[in-house]
């Protein structure tokens, strides 16, 4: 998997080159059809599908390398732009004053149609090459790769924009009226997401060596679909595809029939030195001083100004008042005890390079009321030079699982001996005591808090948001805004993203979402 961003801009390289030769002799074009033809040209297509997961840099943004952040996280109660987070742009969406004109909003439209697009290219193309290099079933397990990258790329749009249009094969069309494209419906598209991840879950292996490690698996499609089941309210299939990745009740450790587990220290989740382990299905993946591979999100939760450590302090927690306190923000929500809050989610301090402790007080008139910073991606082997931090960024975790299925045999069964089998598993792991007794309304406020605190600055806030109901059946979107002093929410209409004025500018067949 490290070779993945590597290929990809091999891939991206050669294209490039081919274009150039154009204006010098038409005669050494390489059409798409003629570029296939070896196993080499089939993982590469592959791993251009990987790439806008992960690739970045200071004028590129991808999902999960700082656009889910600056495009979305920045909208939620728990992160806000820091005072390193200049761009009007993002900091007028982070009060929800964005626009169909937004830049961010269409970055998230565009690298992940740029995504698919690549996803649907090696779906096409690698069952055709005749290679006999190109193993029967090492087609099989790339399509099935690239199948669960496409219907992620589908399951994320789907939730920021709702019916978007689904294009399943690369387009070649020459006049305008070829790119014309309605939106499906949202039903359409879970369709597909979940055919694609059906498919792939039959056809993926369990587990890679090598440098394949961090490839897409079985127990990730399973994984992913679990979730896409939840975020629709299918809980009996969310339990059913998520027990298939836990094994059964009580969801012990060694139950997995994949391996998967949670790791005892929850800050060897996000060291880079424990990455790709048992507790990671599906990650982004990051490496340091290789091609512009490190991880750009690492320096933007740092404090700015330590000797020694580039630091921007571009994300922030959300500071907001609450009764007495004027600087109250996700890290008090946190108990006492709780092993995750200054165990791999934050820190409140960072050594410089003279040997001295640097840090920040909020509430100066409050004993030990410091600024907590973001932490998760921190590399410890690059500390001097943060945005080489080979830190990976979950996308589902085996701890997720655990969540949704509690979190759905809740909706389904109430508070069952599996719910809490699964909730506490996560709990004892940050060092609570497991919960008992509690109704069902009860129970899902207290999944949802520690989803909320577990999985803090891993791109899930927004999302959960806006799925998420309180006991009345009601979104929790507006009031938790508004809580946190973001006044601007409006619902419905904020429920979805605005479709990008460019892309109706160019695709008159797009019709807005409420609102926008």
């Known amino acids: 998997m490290n070779n993945l961003k590597y290929f990809s801009l091999i891939l991206m390289l050669s294209l490039f080159a081919s274009c150039?030769?154009?204006?010098?002799?038409?005669?050494?074009?390489?059409?798409?059809?003629?570029?296939?033809?070896?196993?080499?040209?089939?993982?590469?297509?592959v791993n251009a599908a990987y790439f806008l997961l992960n690739s970045g840099g200071p004028?590129?943004?991808?999902?999960?390398?700082?656009?889910?952040?600056?495009?979305?996280?920045?909208?939620?109660?728990?992160?806000?732009?820091?005072?390193?987070?200049?761009?009007?742009?993002?900091?007028?969406?982070?009060?929800?004053?964005?626009?169909?004109?937004g830049l961010r909003v269409l970055q998230l439209w565009q690298q992940h149609y740029a995504g698919i697009k690549k996803a649907n290219i090696a779906i096409d193309k690698v069952p055709e090459i005749a290679d006999p290099a190109l193993t029967a079933a090492l087609k099989t397990r790339l399509v099935g790769e690239a199948k669960l990258l496409r219907a992620l790329y589908y399951f994320n749009l789907v939730r920021l924009f709702g019916g978007v249009p689904l294009i399943l094969h690369d387009q070649t069309g020459v006049t305008i009226s070829d790119f014309q494209i309605a939106r499906n419906t949202v039903a359409e598209v879970y369709i597909q997401i979940e055919q694609d991840f059906t498919d792939a879950a039959a056809v993926l292996p369990v587990g890679y060596t090598g440098s394949d490690i961090g490839r897409a698996t079985a127990g990730a499609a399973k994984?992913?679909?679990?979730?896409?089941?939840?975020?629709?309210?299918?809980?009996?299939?969310?339990?059913?595809?998520?027990?298939?990745?836990?094994?059964?009740?009580?969801?012990?450790?060694?139950?997995?029939?994949?391996?998967?587990?949670?790791?005892?220290?929850?800050?060897?989740?996000?060291?880079?030195?424990f990455k790709n382990g048992k507790e990671h299905i599906f990650s982004a993946q990051f490496?340091?001083?290789?091609?512009?591979?490190?991880?750009?999100?690492?320096?933007?939760?740092?404090?700015?100004?330590?000797?020694?450590?580039?630091?921007?302090?571009?994300?922030?927690?959300?500071?907001?008042?609450?009764?007495?306190?004027?600087?109250?923000s996700i890290y008090k929500l946190y108990e006492a005890n709780d092993k995750r809050k200054k165990n791999g989610s934050f820190v409140t301090r960072f050594l410089g390079s003279d040997g001295k402790w640097y840090g920040d007080l909020n509430d100066k008139t409050i004993p030990g009321d410091s600024i907590p910073y973001l932490n998760?991606?921190?590399?410890?082997?690059?500390?001097?030079?943060?945005?080489?931090?080979?830190?990976?960024?979950?996308?589902?975790?085996?701890?997720?699982?655990?969540?949704?299925?509690?979190?759905?045999?809740?909706?389904?069964?109430?508070?069952?001996?599996?719910?809490?089998?699964?909730?506490?598993?996560?709990?004892?792991?940050?060092?609570?005591?497991?919960?008992?007794?509690?109704?069902?309304?009860?129970?899902?406020?207290?999944i949802y808090l520690d989803r909320r605190l577990e999985l803090v600055w891993e791109n899930q806030r927004w999302f959960d948001l806006i799925r998420e109901k309180d006991a009345s059946g009601k979104i929790i979107l507006e009031d938790a805004l508004k809580k946190v002093g973001k006044v601007n929410i409006s619902v419905p209409k904020h429920l979805l993203f605005p479709i990008p004025q460019q892309e109706i500018d160019l695709n008159r067949k797009l019709i807005q979402n409420p609102g926008w």
Not at 32 to 39: F, L, P, V
Not at 260 to 270: G, K, S
Not at 409 to 423: D, F, L, S
């Open 376 to 446: 998760k991606y921190w590399d410890p082997n690059q500390s001097s030079n943060l945005s080489e931090s080979a830190a990976n960024v979950p996308i589902i975790r085996y701890s997720e699982v655990l969540l949704n299925l509690a979190e759905a045999e809740n909706e389904t069964n109430g508070p069952t001996a599996k719910a809490y089998a699964a909730y506490n598993r996560v709990r004892e792991r940050a060092g609570l005591t497991p919960v008992s007794g509690l109704d069902k309304n009860q129970l899902r406020a207290a």
């Open 287 to 328: 490496k340091s001083n290789s091609l512009g591979q490190g991880n750009n999100q690492a320096p933007r939760g740092a404090r700015s100004g330590v000797p020694g450590i580039q630091g921007s302090y571009t994300d922030q927690v959300r500071f907001y008042t609450q009764g007495t306190d004027k600087f109250f």
């Open 223 to 273: 994984s992913l679909l679990s979730k896409v089941y939840l975020t629709q309210g299918k809980w009996t299939e969310a339990v059913a595809r998520a027990e298939e990745v836990t094994g059964p009740f009580p969801y012990g450790p060694g139950s997995s029939p994949f391996n998967y587990d949670l790791f005892t220290n929850y800050a060897e989740v996000f060291l880079p030195a």
């Open 59 to 101: 004028s590129v943004q991808t999902p999960y390398n700082t656009l889910f952040a600056t495009g979305m996280d920045f909208m939620s109660d728990d992160i806000d732009p820091g005072p390193g987070a200049t761009n009007a742009d993002v900091r007028s969406q982070a009060v929800l004053n964005h626009s169909s004109t």
């Open 20 to 45: 150039a030769k154009l204006k010098e002799d038409p005669g050494t074009f390489i059409t798409a059809d003629e570029y296939y033809k070896t196993k080499a040209d089939a993982v590469n297509a």
